[in-house]
């Protein structure tokens, strides 16, 4: 099968590539290359590449052609730069679905759309999001990814588009952007640098492995029914707690650990009921807590010179607006 994957320099979108090519489908990549696309993420993988925006329709259309499917992970993802600048969100997560679907729709190709736990919002203690709760987004990011959910409904709806979503939480593993808590905070440690928790830390997150992450989307883009929704979920932890697993694993001084000024609107919990996509066949093959933070760490460590020209350059302007006044 010939695939498009737009986002696929990013960090779950070069792991979905890298699955389809080792599988021998053929994988078509569109990506805008902003901040967090590298094609570096790529090397040595089988894969076509075009350079253009999802909310171009003359960019899709070229990428497009031949494509059975597509998979969107073409995004901006990050909730703290949606706090300092929201537009560029409605532009990519909104706009950018509404033209790949309108591209599907001509073209009749299948079409997953890779969302996120966070369109849910915050969750009381022992309670976990079904794929038909109510949407209560709370930051600028989510509110984008939950409106780009709506159109993939409405395009199924309206004009018959074989559209489905997945929902997944907190993803890890090798080459994610270093803006994100855990590759934030270990090449933080590696550096010796402070680690900036938010708040009191006991926030909660469910931690899926990328290529777990990637599994799903794969079985849902052969097997999932158009217009469902499948939650792909992970394992829970606070953030304190993943903050000490960080600070064991690299062998810095627990000083490093800063609690700092919350985020605005910070969700404090997380949690997905994914018995849904457990029936399609799906189950994570990677544990989080037993080996799968050790594994990224000791990728981390391995892979300086991946993360090292990244943390120059445009990263240190978004750094010092985000955290120079929180660590002052
Ligand atoms: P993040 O990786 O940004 O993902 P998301 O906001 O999508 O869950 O953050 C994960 C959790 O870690 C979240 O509760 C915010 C917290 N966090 C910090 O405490 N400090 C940080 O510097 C970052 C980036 C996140």
Redesign the pocket.
């Known amino acids: 099968m010939r695939v498009l994957v737009t986002g696929g320099a990013g960090f779950i979108g070069s792991h979905f590539v890298k699955r389809l090519a080792a599988k021998g489908d053929e994988a078509v990549v569109l990506d805008r290359l902003t901040y967090s696309g590298n094609r570096a993420n790529l090397e040595g993988v089988e894969h076509e590449f075009h350079h253009g925006d999802i909310a171009d329709p003359e960019a899709v259309a070229a990428a497009g052609t031949g494509c059975a499917a597509v998979a969107n992970f073409a995004a901006e993802?990050?909730?703290?730069r949606s706090i300092l600048g929201p537009r560029e969100f409605v532009h990519t997560d909104v706009l950018g679905t509404q033209t790949l679907l309108e591209w599907a729709r001509e073209s009749g190709a299948r079409y997953v759309q890779v969302s996120?736990d966070?369109v849910y919002g915050d969750l009381e203690p022992n309670i976990r999001s079904r794929e038909d709760d109510p949407l209560r987004p709370s930051?600028p990011?989510a509110a984008a990814k939950a409106a780009g959910d709506l159109q993939v409904l409405a395009y199924v709806r309206t004009y018959g588009v074989r559209a489905s979503i997945t929902r997944g939480a907190?993803t890890f593993g090798s080459h994610q952007y270093p803006?994100?808590?855990?590759p934030?905070?270990v090449t933080n440690a590696l550096e010796g640098l402070e680690?900036?928790?938010?708040?009191d830390?006991k926030?909660?997150?469910e931690w899926l492995h990328a290529d777990d992450h990637c599994a799903a989307i794969e079985l849902v883009l052969r097997d999932g029914e158009p217009g469902e929704v499948y939650n792909v979920g992970g394992e829970e932890f606070e953030?304190i707690e993943?903050?000490h697993r960080i600070v064991e694993l690299t062998g810095v001084d627990a000083g490093l650990i800063r609690h700092?000024e919350d985020?605005a609107g910070?969700?404090r919990r997380?949690a997905l009921d994914d018995a849904k996509l457990r029936t399609l066949g799906w189950s994570p093959r990677h544990s989080f807590g037993e080996t799968g933070l050790t594994e990224t760490v000791e990728w981390y460590r391995a892979n300086r010179d991946w993360w090292e020209p990244i943390k120059s350059g445009e990263y240190r302007e978004y750094y010092e607006r985000?955290?120079a006044h929180r660590l002052a």
């Not at 993802?77 to 703290?80: F, L």
């Not at 803006?179 to 855990?182: A, D, N, R, T, V």
């Open positions: 993802t990050h909730v703290d996120t966070e930051s990011y907190n803006e994100k808590l855990i934030l905070f680690l900036p928790v938010y708040g830390g926030q909660v997150r953030n993943v903050t700092v985020r910070h969700d997380y985000q955290y």
